[in-house]
């Protein structure tokens, strides 16, 4: 099992740009969260899905931020029209059930010119 | 609001020195509360949950809930557990961790 996956590991976008990363789970695990971090600080929830539902989007920005985990594929975070203060590292973790250990991604570091 | 607390951002030891990493938390409920260890250029990983009162690479962890504390301990640092050290609790909810901004161990040797 390859663990969680991440891609791309880097980002870099003007501002206004689109941003789109994904995160493939673990073989088995249909739960998927997304975290940001912002320099300096810890990890901040940002969402959890199941397989085609947002389950908890509570963290999420209102505006310019989305997530998907569809049927099939991996698991999407979309932040449109970046601006400077999007810059973060952004993890996905899995886990097998809700209440399982989470299993992190090794981060993807968006850099917004 | 809830918070996960971890007052130093980094710890200087030398080996064979006994570590205790501060992590506190404020919540009125039950917390489930973990460690996650991240070694250099490696993903973060969990080192202990409070619920399996495990000692895992020589850590140990302990809940207090008069102090609403989960500190980390180990008596003697080793230099490979050099790492950052992030508290983090399940409040709520448990899948929604809640992560203190991170402790970095520094075991000279």
């Known amino acids: 099992n390859a663990g969680v996956m991440q891609n791309p590991r880097h980002l870099v976008r003007r501002r206004g740009q689109e941003a789109r990363l994904r995160c493939s789970p673990m073989k088995g695990h249909s739960h998927v969260y997304w975290y940001r971090q912002l320099p300096e600080e810890g990890l901040k929830f940002m969402v959890y899905?199941?397989?085609?539902?947002?389950?908890?989007e509570s963290g999420m920005p209102k505006e310019r931020f989305s997530a998907e985990f569809p049927k099939e594929g991996p698991s999407i975070l979309r932040i449109q029209q970046v601006v400077r203060g999007d810059s973060a590292a952004y993890f996905c973790a899995s886990s097998p059930l809700s209440v399982n250990e989470q299993f992190f991604g090794p981060g993807t570091r968006l850099t917004v010119l | 609001a809830q918070r996960v607390t971890q007052p130093e951002k980094l710890l200087s030891v030398f080996k064979g020195a006994p570590v205790e990493l501060k992590c506190n938390y404020s919540?009125?409920?039950?917390?489930?509360l973990f460690w996650y260890v991240q070694y250099s250029r490696q993903r973060l990983q969990l080192l202990l949950r409070?619920?399996s009162r495990e000692s895992i690479k020589g850590f140990t962890a302990d809940l207090n809930k008069g102090e609403t504390s989960f500190h980390l301990k180990k008596p003697f640092a080793q230099e490979e557990d050099s790492a950052m050290y992030y508290c983090?609790?399940?409040?709520?909810?448990?899948?929604?961790?809640?992560f203190g901004s991170g402790t970095r161990l520094l075991v000279r040797p």
């Open positions: 899905l199941q397989k085609e539902n947002i389950i908890d």
């Open positions: 919540y009125s409920g039950s917390p489930e």
């Open positions: 983090a609790s399940g409040m709520d909810s448990s899948y929604k961790l809640i």
């Open positions: 409070h619920i």
